[in-house]
């Protein structure tokens, strides 16, 4: 894969960054998958999102690959049941020669046929979350493991704080945001629609929509959508039976249909595989200056 970082004085449409990550144009992902990428605040349920939306394609009868993009290697465990060994950790054993490797050494087959890769990353501080996905889609494509895949979701690490963790969006069709109704996670939303606008400059990436994630309401997200331009795409409330999936390392539609909530959660994920299929739009929000973030939220 060709990796170059450019100045920003060279490229300022592409974003502000002091360098931009810019993937081969080779390695973008084939025309007629739907690619998703799935960001939002640390630690609001990303992972728990994106496995149980694969799931949720999966159920529609959908080819489904989930790419982890975190160190943690955390994305895929409810659908494989196990931690699979991440992309880095497999090249790593063959002095990154690639060639020797086949498909089983890092694809796993998940929950219902989902296909998972974690892609794993560099320690902390010592290397660009954006080369290890290119590195990983370049990996994927060589074996064209992308050609009979309907869906893509990339589950992306954290708050967008860099180009390199920004490098998904190069891929994808849609971003979903996760965000919880309170200050932090819509302040970190507004970050993410600002790495949006600037990766649409120049790729094909466009706004889907935000899931609100472990909230009973949705007030102060809704002022946020009615202000920029974003829209709820799903509503997850607080059910104790999305924690103790995660607990019991399987995924929602793997909980008894009896337990309480279970049933509308699962008719939930259904519905937004459905709609990201068939009915979204692409969204040009636009993002609000920290100020105006917040002096909109909270309370009269």
Not at 29 to 38: D, F, K, Q, R, S
Not at 58 to 73: E, F
Not at 153 to 170: M, N, R, W
Not at 209 to 229: L, P
Request: with cysteine.
């Amino acid at each position: 894969m060709t990796t170059t970082l450019t100045p920003p004085s060279s490229r300022r449409e592409d974003g502000e960054g002091s360098v931009q990550v810019h993937q081969d144009a080779a390695m973008k992902i084939e025309e007629g998958a739907l690619v998703i990428a799935v960001y939002g605040k640390g630690g609001i349920g990303k992972s728990t999102t994106s496995s149980n939306l694969s799931a949720a394609f999966s159920k529609l009868g959908k080819r489904v690959l989930q790419i982890g993009c975190d160190p943690k290697h955390d994305s895929t465990f409810t659908l494989t049941h196990k931690m699979v060994p991440t992309v880095i950790d497999i090249l790593e054993e063959v002095d990154f020669h690639s060639e020797e490797l086949q498909p089983d050494d890092f694809v796993f087959e998940g929950f219902n046929g989902v296909m998972c890769v974690e892609s794993g990353g560099p320690p902390a501080g010592t290397g660009c979350g954006g080369y290890v996905t290119g590195q990983t889609v370049k990996l994927l494509k060589e074996h064209h493991l992308l050609e009979d895949t309907d869906v893509v979701i990339f589950d992306v690490l954290g708050d967008v704080v860099c180009g390199g963790f920004a490098a998904p969006l190069q891929h994808a069709n849609y971003c979903l945001i996760v965000t919880a109704n309170d200050f932090d996670s819509i302040f970190a939303m507004n970050r993410i629609v600002q790495a949006i606008q600037a990766k649409a400059k120049n790729y094909k990436v466009r706004l889907g929509g935000v899931v609100a994630n472990r909230s009973a309401e949705t007030d102060q997200i809704d002022k946020f959508n009615e202000r920029t331009g974003l829209r709820t795409m799903a509503h997850f409330r607080d059910v104790d039976a999305i924690r103790r999936s995660r607990l019991k390392k399987c995924t929602i539609f793997e909980m008894d249909k009896d337990d309480e909530g279970v049933q509308a959660v699962q008719n939930e994920y259904l519905r937004l595989a459905q709609n990201m299929l068939d009915n979204v739009e692409p969204l040009e929000a636009e993002s609000l200056k920290d100020r105006e973030i917040f002096d909109l939220l909270g309370f009269d």
